[in-house]
């Protein structure tokens, strides 16, 4: 274990010292200073808006994991970040950076978790693998599939252990799904269908916020533009809301393709591969000078191997929400707290509870050995197993190859949306075919001196 070089040893030599002295043999971090006991992963945080402090909470009650440092460029947003951290420490331990370069140089970190908007992934990711740090990273992978492939280059180049916040994965439910399929008991799949939401959510609730102005004090704007083009500060294009918008994010297709695509290539065995061709069905894009201008309602298919064909749609009634994979004998859906089979065999059916009426709702079996041949990973909790992996040096259940993988029929569908065509791909050779125009699509031009290596 490459940032854990402490023997046993010495590992039981702090533990015997501990004792020793009256002390628990985890030791809180405030009795070392700064560093936390080396039988802990130490952990940085960098982003606090509405993915990083959930991610934080799950990572404060594994009792084997210490977070060290919080690095926000919003002020108040890393104060925050603080209070939660050292309040539920009890100390004033925690460091705080305001430049994540800093925090990635940090020897004492073992681990950092990226909760930022998607146009940083790729740069902050390869610097955090570059230093040595195990990550936990958002999905999807990254803005653009030229930012993913550096991403997975730098994390396999240093050896890095990843797991992507695509946590379905870590769902029974989901994964019980995609056994039945990996396992053919729909039969030969045909057609799997990834329904996600549509149009635009104020999350932040400042879509009434459209007039440029001075940005806020506590916000270095600068910096949270930072590789994509600089434009005037509008408070409803910032903080959550980034996503409506393609100078940083990519829509609800690109927010919600790491979770329900992520599932369907799970079930399909395509963690290593990806379709031949993506074809636009139809999009509903709101002019590029809008404020939100990413895609409201959009439908594409694309062809895989096995004469399969993924339907990946937002605002189309046809297309359930969630993953259905559907085969010769039978369809399966999931979805967050859902699961549904057309094969009697394959489902349970139990009652439920919906407001004053008992109603009749499906669930997934539990199935034996003899009719699943092909177990899936199987976790004890999704940020429970990146620590796990980060000890063991085994992959995490979604490594940073999946996550490429599991964006990338999203980032073709959004270049065949935006070109209006097909987009032939090599999944071998991860590029587009015969199209140069498309092809200059799979990156976007970085401002000023940023870099991805
Ligand atoms: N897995 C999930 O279920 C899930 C859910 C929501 C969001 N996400 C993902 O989490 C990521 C963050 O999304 P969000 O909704 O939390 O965004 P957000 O805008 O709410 O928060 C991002 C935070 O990062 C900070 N930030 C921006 N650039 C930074 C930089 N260079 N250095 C340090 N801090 C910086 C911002 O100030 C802000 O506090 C996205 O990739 C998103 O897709 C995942």
């Known amino acids: 274990m490459k940032r854990h070089p402490l023997t046993s040893s010495r590992r039981?030599?702090?533990?015997?010292?501990?004792?020793?002295?009256?002390?628990?043999?985890i030791v809180p971090a405030s009795v070392f200073g700064q560093n936390a006991p080396s039988n802990r992963i130490t952990m940085g945080v960098v982003g606090w808006g509405m993915m990083g402090p959930g991610n934080t909470n799950k990572f404060l009650a594994e009792s084997d994991c210490q977070i060290v440092a919080a690095c926000d460029i919003d002020k108040q947003h890393l104060e925050s970040a603080l209070k939660t951290i050292n309040g539920y420490y009890k100390n004033t331990d925690c460091r705080s950076y305001h430049d994540y370069r800093e925090m990635m140089a940090a020897k004492d970190i073992d681990t950092v978790m990226l909760a930022i908007p998607d146009n940083w992934h790729g740069v902050v990711s390869v610097e955090a693998a570059k230093n040595g740090k195990d990550i936990y990273g958002e999905k999807p992978l990254a803005r653009t599939i030229a930012e993913q492939q550096a991403i997975v280059a730098a994390v396999?180049?240093?050896?890095?252990?990843?797991?992507?916040?695509?946590?379905?994965r870590s769902e029974d439910n989901f994964r019980i799904g995609a056994e039945i399929v990996r396992n053919g008991l729909l039969g030969k799949i045909t057609r799997v269908e990834v329904g996600l939401p549509a149009g635009h959510n104020d999350f932040a609730k400042t879509g009434d916020k459209t007039q440029v102005t001075e940005?806020?004090?506590?916000?270095?704007?600068?910096?949270w533009i930072g590789p994509s083009q600089m434009e005037p500060y509008i408070e409803a294009r910032v903080h959550k809301n980034w996503r409506w918008n393609y100078n940083i994010g990519g829509g609800q297709l690109l927010d919600w393709i790491g979770h329900h695509g992520d599932i369907a290539h799970w079930g399909l065995d395509m963690d290593s591969s990806g379709p031949s061709e993506v074809r636009?069905?139809?999009?509903?894009?709101?002019?590029?000078?809008?404020?939100?201008?990413?895609?409201?309602k959009y439908r594409t298919e694309a062809s895989y191997a096995g004469d399969i064909t993924m339907v990946i749609a937002g605002g189309h009634p046809d297309i359930k929400s969630g993953t259905t994979w559907i085969g010769e004998k039978g369809w399966l859906h999931v979805n967050r707290g859902s699961y549904d089979c057309s094969i009697p065999e394959f489902k349970k059916v139990i009652k439920k509870r919906e407001g004053d009426k008992v109603v009749e709702a499906a669930t997934f079996p539990k199935l034996g050995d003899d009719i699943i041949k092909t177990r899936l990973y199987e976790t004890p909790g999704h940020h429970r197993n990146f620590l796990d992996c980060v000890k063991s040096r085994k992959p995490t259940v979604t490594p940073v190859e999946t996550a490429h993988r599991s964006a990338i029929p999203g980032h073709l569908s959004l270049i065949a949306l935006m070109l209006n065509r097909p987009i032939k791909w090599d999944p071998v050779k991860e590029e587009i075919l015969n199209d140069p125009e498309a092809t200059k699509l799979l990156g976007r031009p970085f401002r000023g001196d940023w870099k991805l290596i």
Not at 12 to 25: M, V
């Open 280 to 296: 636009p069905i139809q999009v509903d894009m709101p002019p590029r000078t809008d404020i939100w201008n990413t895609a409201t």
């Open 156 to 168: 396999q180049k240093h050896q890095r252990i990843w797991q992507t916040g695509s946590w379905q």
């Open 215 to 223: 940005p806020p004090a506590h916000l270095d704007y600068e910096m």
């Open 12 to 25: 039981q030599f702090l533990g015997r010292t501990a004792a020793a002295i009256g002390f628990p043999s």
